[in-house]
């Protein structure tokens, strides 16, 4: 079974800093996606950037980039110049290509604070 | 667009009562999903809808019911809830052909609360 794992329950960052939230996973497979979403207190689930395992280009999305390292099954996510609106709960998730449904696996959520 | 909608927005219910939550999305998209979220914990899959038939359960109680009346609705039927049933309920929904197919979409999610 896959596992995703985010080792990081909290991280706080300065505003306009740049923050790395880290998320590894573990799977045999080798045709899949890889997401980041953000749930601030307003409680929605939100698409941050989303990465094809067989592209080896890093997925950037504005002030959003990941590293993705897939012989590590890591895939970071960097935020730079972060703002106040940053602030939230980061899922970083795993869905297998063609799964059944579709299904994603879900880190535990990285809390981040974002300081004035 | 890329917009999900849940109603209602919070919902407290007794263990007696017989309550809905409703899910609609308008961007054609044939798989939709339900989750349960507790706080600070990442969403756990209930149930999966594909092309309008039920495809996955993940053994969830008999006490919620989803239905699926057409490709842009989806509904869970609540009945005889429990306390520890109170959570962040949220839908997705996937498209299923052409770009994007491999992104959920999420709603804004109903709180429940189960008195």
């Known amino acids: 079974a896959q596992t995703v794992t985010q080792s990081q329950p909290e991280m706080s960052v300065q505003e306009a800093e740049t923050v790395t939230l880290s998320c590894t996973y573990d799977?045999?497979?080798?045709?899949?996606?890889l997401f980041w979403y953000k749930q601030p207190p307003s409680r929605q689930m939100i698409l941050v950037i989303r990465?094809?395992?067989?592209?080896?280009q890093n997925a950037t999305e504005n002030r959003f980039s990941v590293n993705f390292q897939k012989a590590a099954k890591s895939f970071s996510l960097k935020i730079s110049d972060s703002q106040l609106g940053d602030a939230a709960m980061y899922f970083c998730a795993y869905r297998r290509n063609n799964n059944a449904g579709n299904m994603l696996t879900f880190g535990g959520g990285t809390r981040l604070m974002v300081k004035p | 667009d890329t917009e999900v909608t849940q109603t209602p927005k919070h919902l407290v219910m007794g263990m007696t009562n017989k309550k809905s939550l409703k899910c609609e999305q308008h961007m054609g998209h044939r798989a939709m999903y339900w989750y349960k979220q507790k706080a600070k914990k990442p969403p756990e899959l209930m149930f999966v809808?594909?092309?309008?038939?039920?495809?996955i359960n993940e053994s969830v109680p008999s006490r919620f019911s989803p239905e699926c009346p057409n490709s842009s609705l989806l509904n869970l039927h609540l009945h005889a809830l429990q306390p520890e049933d109170s959570a962040l309920y949220l839908c997705?929904?996937?498209?299923?052909?052409?770009?994007?197919?491999?992104?959920?979409?999420f709603g804004p999610g109903t709180r429940l609360t189960v008195l």
């Open positions: 997705a929904s996937r498209g299923t052909s052409g770009g994007g197919t491999d992104t959920q979409y």
């Open positions: 990465q094809e395992a067989y592209k080896q």
């Open positions: 809808y594909s092309y309008e038939k039920l495809s």
């Open positions: 799977t045999s497979e080798s045709d899949y996606y």
